[in-house]
T-cell receptor
Framework: GENVEQHPSTLSVQEGDSAVIKCTYSDSASNYFPWYKQELGKRPQLIIDIRSNVGEKKDQRIAVTLNKTAKHFSLHITETQPEDSAVYFCAASPTNTGNQFYFGTGTSLTVIP | DAGVTQSPTHLIKTRGQHVTLRCSPISGHKSVSWYQQVLGQGPQFIFQYYEKEERGRGNFPDRFSARQFPNYSSELNVNALLLGDSALYLC?????????FGSGTRLTVV
């Protein structure tokens, strides 16, 4: 089955700096890669996603890049703000499986004011 | 806005007992998946159902079972509870273009 690895497990940045979280996956059949933000005690919330036919996607301060050949994808947050502090999860979904997601182990991001 | 509804929100059970968790998907969503999230870890895929049929199963023992009803709601059943089953159980419903998680059921096994 699919195996997703995520690094780093914790990340601290100064407010205004950029944060980068990296994930690798194992199943070449995976074609959908969402990123979720989870605040303490709350449900995961989708923040951005990318499909395998696209190499990069950007939404305001958040961007995701995908390298299918190397089987890795990354989340980039620019101009970080204290409210960006949360746990971020990457996930991979094999072709045509709907909402079967295989999640990484999470990155706890702390933005220091 | 009727999102994904899970019940109960919190539950305490004793080792060896049985538990049933319930999920009502967003209206129009025909697919429901279940995830287990142990504290400090990412959600782990348990089951996916689509149109009342099992479409996928994660690496969980046979103590875990699920079903989906004609109205697309779903139940997750866990038998012979172990301490290690303590976790947040998340339900996700999806259409062709969107996936939404419920707020989860926090299960504590003592």
């Amino acid at each position: 089955g699919e195996n997703v690895e995520q690094h780093p497990s914790t990340l601290s940045v100064q407010e205004g700096d950029s944060a980068v979280i990296k994930c690798t996956y194992s199943d070449s059949a995976s074609n959908y890669f969402p990123w979720y933000k989870q605040e303490l005690g709350k449900r995961p919330q989708l923040i951005i996603d990318i499909r395998s036919n696209v190499g990069e996607k950007k939404d305001q301060r958040i961007a995701v890049t995908l390298n299918k050949t190397a089987k890795h994808f990354s989340l980039h947050i620019t101009e970080t703000q204290p409210e960006d502090s949360a746990v971020y999860f990457c996930a991979a979904s094999p072709t045509n499986t709907g909402n079967q997601f295989y999640f990484g182990t999470g990155t706890s991001l702390t933005v220091i004011p | 806005d009727a999102g994904v509804t899970q019940s109960p929100t919190h539950l305490i059970k004793t080792r060896g007992q049985h538990v049933t968790l319930r999920c009502s998907p967003i209206s129009g969503h025909k697919s429901v998946s279940w995830y287990q999230q142990v504290l400090g870890q990412g959600p782990q895929f348990i089951f996916q159902y689509y149109e009342k049929e099992e479409r996928g199963r994660g690496n969980f023992p046979d103590r875990f079972s699920a079903r989906q009803f004609p109205n697309y709601s779903s139940e997750l059943n866990v038998n012979a509870l172990l301490l290690g089953d303590s976790a947040l159980y998340l339900c996700a419903s999806s259409s062709a273009t969107a996936v939404t998680f419920g707020s989860g059921t926090r299960l504590t096994v003592v």
